[in-house]
C-alpha cells in the first residue's frame, strides 16, 4: 500500500490523454492447453474483435509454433484483417544468446512467417530483451534493418502469462473457480496498468501517446477480451489500429538504443530521461503480488 500511494504522489498529473490504445497478441498461433484447443481460442479471438469493431490487431507470431494444422489459424487471423509479425522462432531471449544466434532466429522465423497475407515488418523481443550489452543490442539492430523490420515495441507491459497460467494450472488441477471474480482480476489489473504506464508516458513525455498494450494469444484473452475492450471504452479510451500507434511521434523521436528495454517502450525513454527503474514498473508484474490477488478476488472456491 505504501509502495502504491507513493506511485499515485509521484506520477500524478493533469489529465492531457490522447486516450489510444493498441491491441499486439504476442505468442500466436499458441498450442491449446487442457481447457481449450487452439482453433477455439483462435476463432473466440477473432469473433471478440470483430463484434467489438476492433479495427485492428497485430499477432506476433512465435514461428517454432507452427504446423500445418496451426498455419490454419494464423490464415484465419489474416484473412480476418488483421496482421502478423515477427515474434522470433524459438522465443529465446537476446540476453542469453550471441548476437549472430539470435539473428539468426529472427531470420528463420521471418522464411516462414513472409508467405503469409497480412504480414508486416515488426519484430518484437521474446520478453523484451534487446540484449545485455551496447554492442549486441547495436548489432541485432543493424541486422533486423537488413531484413526491413522495425521495433514493434509495447507501451503498457503487464503479467498476463501469469494470470493465464494460474487459471490453467488450477482448471488442470480440477479447482473450482469464479470465473466471474477471476474476470474482474483480469480487466482491473489490466487496466490499471494502461494507467500506470500512461500516468509515466504524461510525467516522462509531457502527452499521452497512442499506447500499444502487450498481451498474449492465451486462454484469457480468448474468454475476456470482450469484456477489455468495453472497460478501455468505458473510460473514455480509443481502441487504434497498431500500425498507426507505430507511427507515434511522440516515441519515435528518440534514438533505438535504450539501455533499458523490458518494461516497454514509454519505460524506456522515462529511465532515459533520469526515472528511476524501480519506479517503472506496475506492482501486478510480479508473481507473488498476483497469487495474493487470486486470493483477495476469491477466484479459487
Keep these: 500500500m505504501r509502495f502504491f500511494i507513493l506511485m499515485c504522489a509521484i506520477w500524478f498529473v493533469p489529465d492531457c490523454h490522447a486516450q489510444q490504445i493498441a491491441l499486439t497478441f504476442d505468442d500466436a498461433p499458441m498450442p491449446g492447453t487442457s481447457v481449450m484447443t487452439g482453433e477455439e481460442r483462435t476463432k473466440r479471438i ?8 476492433v479495427p485492428d490487431a497485430l499477432f506476433f507470431v512465435t514461428a517454432q509454433y507452427l504446423s500445418d494444422t496451426s498455419a490454419k489459424r494464423l490464415t484465419q487471423y489474416a484473412d480476418a484483417g488483421f496482421h502478423l509479425a515477427n515474434h522470433s522462432f524459438s522465443h529465446t531471449s537476446a540476453n542469453k544468446i550471441s548476437a549472430e544466434g539470435f539473428l539468426s532466429d529472427a531470420r528463420k522465423a521471418h522464411s516462414m512467417i513472409k508467405l503469409f497475407s497480412n504480414q508486416v515488418n515488426y519484430f518484437r523481443f521474446p520478453y523484451l530483451h534487446h540484449g545485455d550489452s551496447k554492442t549486441k543490442r547495436k548489432v541485432i539492430l543493424d541486422g533486423l534493418d537488413e531484413l526491413g523490420y522495425r521495433v514493434g515495441y509495447v507501451t503498457v507491459d503487464n503479467f498476463d502469462w501469469y ?6 494450472t488450477a482448471m488442470g488441477d480440477g479447482k473450482k473457480l469464479n470465473i466471474e471474480n477471476l474476470k474482474r482480476l483480469y480487466v482491473d489489473v489490466l487496466w490499471a496498468c494502461i494507467q500506470f504506464y500512461d500516468a509515466v508516458a504524461v510525467k516522462a513525455l ?39 500507434a507505430y507511427n507515434e511521434p511522440l516515441l519515435s523521436q528518440y534514438g533505438r538504443e535504450f539501455d533499458f528495454n523490458k518494461q516497454g517502450r514509454v519505460a524506456a525513454i522515462a529511465y532515459m530521461k533520469g526515472v528511476p527503474e524501480e519506479l517503472l514498473r506496475h506492482p501486478s508484474e510480479n ?15
Design 46 to 53: 477473432i469473433s471478440a474483435l470483430k463484434e467489438s469493431n
Design 287 to 301: 508473481t507473488e503480488y498476483l497469487d495474493r490477488l487470486l486470493k483477495e478476488y476469491a477466484v479459487i472456491q
Design 206 to 244: 509531457g502527452k499521452s501517446p497512442k499506447h500499444v498494450l502487450l498481451l498474449h494469444e492465451n486462454d484469457l484473452a480468448a474468454l475476456f477480451l470482450p469484456d477489455l475492450i468495453a472497460k478501455i471504452r468505458q473510460e473514455g479510451w480509443q481502441i487504434i489500429s497498431p500500425l498507426e
Design 163 to 168: 494470470v493465464n497460467s494460474l487459471y490453467v
